[in-house]
């Protein structure tokens, strides 16, 4: 069965949604999904140390 792309966006939203205000100390936190003119944006918790991508160039064997 094919989805279309409201379906999408509903299941995607539903599964953000459950991440709010969530905590766990590996996970970074969601606070809050905001849709604007067919954008969507997440406010998550700020973290230290730069980005997924600098952190995974500086450790190209992988995680340890």
Do not use: C, W
């Amino acid at each position: 069965k094919s989805l279309d792309t409201a379906q999408l966006l509903d299941a995607a939203l539903s599964n953000l949604g459950k991440l709010i205000n969530t905590g766990h100390e590996n996970i970074v936190r969601l606070y809050d999904i905001i849709l604007q003119d067919h954008h969507i944006f997440l406010v998550m918790e700020h973290l230290e140390g730069g980005t997924l991508a600098d952190y995974i160039k500086r450790h190209p064997q992988g995680l340890n």
